[in-house]
Structure formats: C-alpha cells, structure tokens
C-alpha cells in the first residue's frame, strides 16, 4: 500500500480556505458573497485569498471539486459494500446520496444549489464536467438494472437525482431521517424494475 504524503501547512491553510469559503457560499449563496466575506472569516486579506486562488470564480471551482470528490466517494464505498447485486447497488447509492446531502456539510449544499448555468462562463464548463463525473455514477448503477420494457435508462436516471437532490429543499430533522427517505424512493422506484428471482 502506498504511503499517504504528509498534509503541509499550506494544504491544511488551502483545505481551512476551501472549507470557509463553502460555508459562506452556502450562507450567503454564490453571488453576494464576496472574496472579503471569506477572508474576514479566516482573518486573512483577500489578497491572501487571491494568492491561493486567483478569482472568485477559481474558488468556486475548488470548493466544488471539492464537494463532487466527497460526494463521489462517500456513494462509490456505499455502492462498493452493497456487493453485485444492481438492486442492492442502487439502494446504497439512494441512501448514501440522501444521508451525505442531509448531513448538513456545505459542500455538498453548494454543489446543489450552484447550478452551472449560474456561474460565470469563464468556469461553467468545469463546474459541468463536475457534475457529469457524479452524474456517471448512476450512469453506471442504472445501467446494469434489469428495468422493465418501455423504461427510458437516461429518464429514469434523471428521475432519479432529481428527486435526491431536491430533498434538501424539503427535508425536515422532525420528519422522517435520511435513510427512510432514500428506502421509499427505493420502493417507488422498484415498481420499475423486473421482478428479482
């Protein structure tokens, strides 16, 4: 196995940055915060923000890198332990998607909630390759279930993160938790599967 590589000041400093700067995009949304809202919460100038990345923009860019890299990995180990079964595989991907954006990290808020054609042009193509690289995911996992004939794979997909993502704009602590969420998806969404034997 390979040896991890020490964390550095200047990747925990990056790591402290990006972790404000979600906090904030998330508090305030993309567009009114600022540079200076980010550096006031971590004392720094803005040129100190400036010296890590060097726009608005670019930040943006990190801190979504950063939110699809924790998202993609917290659903790729759930689907990896739900063994080969396709089934299996969509409901841990369902409830690992559900818990991960009801845990209240900013990352994955800002991932929601900035949607590409809202960023500035000069970085909306990263931010769709982003979410294209989470959106192969379920590609993947849809792509080995048995649906029943006349399912749509690109439809039933798209019904799919539709429906994850819009929980976070719903979702309530006194409802029901996570999970159960994600198991009545599942159930819904068995009705298109065939029959497992």
């Not at 998202?71 to 559900?98: D, K, S, W, Y």
């Not at 979410?131 to 590609?139: K, P, S, W």
């Not at 792509?143 to 799919?160: H, P, T, W």
């Not at 599942?186 to 298109?192: E, K, P, Q, V, Y």
């Amino acid at each position: 196995m390979q040896a991890l590589s020490p964390v550095t000041h200047q990747d925990s400093r990056r790591l402290a940055l990006l972790d404000h700067a979600a906090a904030c995009f998330r508090r305030l949304g993309y567009q009114a915060a600022t540079v200076r809202d980010v550096a006031r919460e971590l004392g720094m100038t803005t040129g100190g923000i400036y010296a890590h990345f060097g726009s608005k923009e670019l930040l943006l860019t990190a801190v979504y890198t950063q939110g699809v890299e924790q998202i993609c990995q917290h659903v790729l180990a759930a689907v990896a332990a739900a063994g080969p079964e396709p089934a299996n595989r969509l409901r841990a991907a369902l409830t690992a998607h559900v818990e991960f954006l009801l845990s209240g990290g900013d990352y994955a808020q800002v991932v929601i909630r900035v949607l590409p054609d809202d960023a500035p042009e000069t970085v909306r193509a990263d931010l769709v390759a982003l979410r294209d690289r989470y959106e192969a995911v379920f590609v993947d996992i849809v792509a080995a279930l048995k649906l029943k004939r006349g399912i749509d794979r690109r439809m039933f997909r798209l019904l799919v993160l539709g429906a994850l993502n819009s929980t976070q704009r719903w979702y309530s602590q006194a409802g029901m938790p996570p999970g159960q969420i994600a198991e009545c998806m599942f159930t819904m969404l068995a009705g298109s599967l065939e029959d497992r034997k």
